[in-house]
């Protein structure tokens, strides 16, 4: 789908406050109410709006431990991978999961109440034999930058 200035408009603005009116979306998009809306929608039918999502400042309700993972199977058959996947996709402190290429084979990002209870997360993963042949632990001790606004006009080259 090809997007236009107006659709780039739109997906800043929903990404910044997903809440926003549908007046005031229509505002900064340049357009009136029910057309700005009929874009939305084009946008969320084609799977390119495919949510929207608070962002909980968990650390204000409970502690929490942030680790980073990275993980190395022992074996890269599609059967292994796939088990893997399968298995980080229902444990819900698992919060983000990335299959990457180079020396490792996934980067983890766990949620945890704290270190012993990540270490006993990560007994768990071994315990299931998931062909696990070897991750390291970082500890995050401070975040400096955690966006979920995406630089959309810049990424696909539009001023």
């Known amino acids: 789908m090809k997007l236009d200035a107006i659709d780039l408009r739109i ?3 929903i990404q910044r406050d997903g809440r926003i009116t549908k007046l005031a979306l229509a505002e900064k998009a340049g357009l009136s109410p029910t057309p700005c ?10 799977g ?14 409970a502690p ?21 996947e399968r298995v980080i996709a229902t444990i819900p402190e698992i919060v983000g999961c990335w ?6 084979d996934y ?21 299931r034999e998931l062909g696990i042949e070897r ?7 401070k975040t400096v930058k955690d966006e ?4 959309i006009a810049s990424l696909i080259g539009s001023p």
């Open 11 to 13: 997906l800043d603005a």
């Open 37 to 46: 809306w009929m874009r939305l929608r084009k946008l969320e039918k084609a």
């Open 48 to 61: 390119i709006v495919t949510g929207y999502h608070a962002r909980i400042a968990l650390r204000r309700i």
């Open 64 to 84: 929490v431990a942030s680790v980073m993972v990275e993980l190395t199977l022992a074996n890269h058959r599609q059967s292994d991978f796939e088990r893997f």
């Open 99 to 104: 299959s990457v290429g180079g020396g490792i």
């Open 107 to 127: 980067f983890l990002k766990i949620a945890a109440p704290d270190i012993d209870a990540y270490q006993r997360l990560i007994d768990d993963l071994l315990d």
């Open 135 to 141: 991750y390291f632990t970082y500890i995050v001790t």
């Open 148 to 151: 979920t606004v995406l630089p």
